[in-house]
Structures are given as structure tokens and as C-alpha cells.
T-cell receptor, first 114, second 114 residues
């Protein structure tokens, strides 16, 4: 299965600032997925990122707030913009090179906005 | 569209007792189904998956699940609970074709009593 390196692992940020989260995969994948896990909650898909095209956002998530880059088949970034305390969550990236083997997740970025 | 419902946000069992975590799915096409475990302050680990092969699926750490199409269920079981099984468990579903996103249930927190 694929191995994902996600960073930073955690950060404490001031409201109104932005944070960019990076995910590097050890193999080429068509799609990368970005999830948010709010405190004590399940995972919610933010967007699906394809290389060479704009990301597809889920209902309730917009590009201005969560811009995504996908410059090649092994790398993606998610930016959390103009942060507020409500953005405090764990953000995870995920890939599924072959769904018969399941989805692999990064270790997550624990974001606290103060 | 796919969705999953996990019955019981919190399940508590005694060490050595049977573990049963319930998951029901809704899907317009034959689904792929997954169980993930999340230990405190850690990432997601795949326990097992159903991808249209055998309906009884065995996973890691002694867990197994049975896909029952007639009941639209994919319940997770373990014959004898161990203290180390205490964690959050997530059931998830995706479609085999088309949009490959993974949709999660609400999660079930498993507590093991000595």
C-alpha cells in the first residue's frame, strides 16, 4: 500500500492567518482526498484533488476557504485560509491507488486556532 | 450516493466478551465497505475491507465482518475483547466505479472494562 508523509503534524495558529498542509505520497496516484475531523467527530470529505484539474469540493466547503494544489501525481497541499477557532480540527489526506487494498491515510495535521 | 450509519456512538464491553459494532449502509450500487480504527491521538488504520469477494471478511487483530446484502449491513465482530481494542471505530463506504470518495459513519467509541 502507499505511504503518505503529511506535515506539519500539528500547529497552533492565530485567527485570521492561513496554514498550508502538505501531503507527499511514495507512489503516483490519480486522486488525493482531503478530510476534516472536528473534535470528537467523524471524518468529513473536504475535496477530491486530481492532478491537472481543479479540485472537486463537497457541499459546505469552498475553494476560497480551502484552496488545494495538485502539481503532480505524488503531491498535494491544502490551505486553510483566514482561520477562525471553528477551523480547529484534524486535517487528513488520503489516497487509494487500488481500492481493493483500501484507502491509506496520512498521520494528520492537528490544527488549533486561537 | 453512498452513506453509512453506525448504531451506537459508544459501546462498552468487558474484557474477554464479544465485541459487536454495527454498521448499515445505503448504496445505489454494490458497495465497497471498510472498517477503520483510530487509537487516541493517532491516525486511521485499516482493519478490514469488503470489495465484492468473500462476504465474510477477516481483518487484523482478530476482527471480522460479514457483508449481508439482504440486511444492508457490515457489522464488525471480535470473539474476545482485549484491553488494547479500546479505540474509535469507523465504518466507511465507497462505490466501485465513478467517484471514488470514501464516506464515513459517525464512529463508535469502544470501551473495554477490566
Amino acid at each position: 500500500s502507499a505511504v503518505i508523509s503529511q506535515k506539519p503534524s500539528r500547529d497552533i495558529c492565530q485567527r485570521g492567518t492561513s496554514l498550508t498542509i502538505q501531503c507527499q505520497v511514495d507512489s503516483q496516484v490519480t486522486m488525493m482526498f482531503w478530510y476534516r475531523q472536528q473534535p470528537g467527530q467523524s471524518l468529513t470529505l473536504i475535496a477530491t484533488a486530481n492532478q491537472g484539474s481543479e479540485a472537486t469540493y463537497e457541499s459546505g466547503f469552498v475553494i476560497d476557504k480551502f484552496p488545494i494544489s495538485r502539481p503532480n501525481l505524488t503531491f498535494s497541499t491544502l490551505t486553510v485560509s483566514n482561520m477562525s477557532p471553528e477551523d480547529s480540527s484534524i486535517y487528513l489526506c488520503s489516497v487509494a491507488p487500488d481500492r481493493n487494498y483500501g484507502y491509506t491515510f496520512g498521520s494528520g495535521t492537528r490544527l488549533t486556532v486561537v | 450516493a453512498q452513506s453509512v450509519t453506525q448504531l451506537g456512538s459508544h459501546v462498552s464491553v468487558s474484557e474477554g466478551a464479544l465485541v459487536l459494532l454495527r454498521c448499515n449502509y445505503s448504496s445505489s450500487v454494490p458497495p465497497y465497505l471498510f472498517w477503520y480504527v483510530q487509537y487516541p491521538n493517532q491516525g486511521l488504520q485499516l482493519l478490514l475491507k469488503y470489495t465484492s469477494a468473500a462476504t465474510l471478511v477477516k481483518g487484523i487483530n482478530g476482527f471480522e465482518a460479514e457483508f449481508k446484502k439482504s440486511e444492508t449491513s457490515f457489522h464488525l465482530t471480535k470473539p474476545s475483547a482485549h484491553m488494547s481494542d479500546a479505540a474509535e471505530y469507523f465504518c466507511a463506504v465507497s462505490a466501485p466505479q465513478g467517484a471514488q470518495k470514501l464516506v464515513f459513519g459517525q464512529g463508535t467509541r469502544l470501551t473495554i472494562n477490566p
